[in-house]
T-cell receptor, first 112, second 113 residues
Framework: KNQVEQSPQSLIILEGKNCTLQCNYTVSPFSNLRWYKQDTGRGPVSLTIMTFSENTKSNGRYTATLDADTKQSSLHITASQLSDSASYICVVINQAGTALIFGKGTTLSVSS | SQTIHQWPATLVQPVGSPLSLECTVEGTSNPNLYWYRQAAGRGLQLLFYSVGIGQISSEVPQNLSASRPQDRQFILSSKKLLLSDSGFYLC????????????FGPGTRLLVL
């Protein structure tokens, strides 16, 4: 069964600190893996898209990594800001592009 | 530029009542359109997707249905709402899943009482 597991479920950090969110998946083969940021009550916004052959992709203070051998991805946030408080969702798309498997997300709270 | 609209933003409906949520996309043609539901404490669940007018694929069997009467219009419906239909409904579009980002609408929050 295709699954996407994210950890931790929630995380609280101080402003300015770094953090790393994890995503483990069983989808194989897959087309691409995406990280989304979803603010409360809003639709998700894409942060990064990585194909199976890419190892890392950056978007400002967000850096995603992918290890296709171990089926793990991480999202690293550098120098966190209050506006980073949101839910971060990992999504894996199968090779045919017909199945989208969503993780349940990690809720990040950045406090001052 | 492309934009995606959803309405209403918030809806409170009694159990057993019908439902119609609308999603429209501007600035693109022949998009792939998607309906998702996000229940409290759960991840996004794909409900329906459409690759063209009148073409609907259902991912999860339930009392919801979808229709695509026009190229850039996607409608989510129900004849009789259940309590379990409560959630945050998101519409999204993309041109090519393998190459493009999927863009989400602002969502509709549905509460069934």
């Amino acid at each position: 069964k295709n699954q996407v597991e994210q950890s931790p479920q929630s995380l609280i950090i101080l402003e300015g600190k770094n953090c790393t969110l994890q995503c483990n998946y069983t989808v194989s083969p897959f087309s691409n893996l995406r990280w989304y940021k979803q603010d409360t009550g809003r639709g998700p916004v894409s942060l990064t898209i990585m194909t199976f052959s890419e190892n890392t992709k950056s978007n400002g203070r967000y850096t995603a990594t992918l290890d296709a051998d171990t089926k793990q991805s991480s999202l690293h946030i550098t120098a966190s800001q209050l506006s980073d408080s949101a839910s971060y969702i990992c999504v894996v798309i199968n090779q045919a592009g017909t199945a989208l498997i969503f993780g349940k997300g990690t809720t990040l709270s950045v406090s001052s | 530029s492309q934009t995606i609209h959803q309405w209403p933003a918030t809806l409170v409906q009694p159990v057993g009542s019908p439902l119609s949520l609308e999603c429209t996309v501007e600035g693109t043609s022949n998009p792939n359109l998607y309906w998702y539901r996000q229940a409290a404490g759960r991840g996004l669940q794909l409900l329906f997707y459409s690759v063209g007018i009148g073409q609907i694929s259902s991912e999860v069997p339930q009392n919801l249905s979808a229709s695509r009467p026009q190229d850039r219009q996607f409608i989510l419906s129900s004849k009789k709402l259940l309590l379990s239909d409560s959630g945050f409904y998101l519409c999204a579009w993309t041109v090519d899943w393998h190459q493009e980002t999927q863009y989400f609408g602002p969502g509709t929050r549905l509460l069934v009482l």
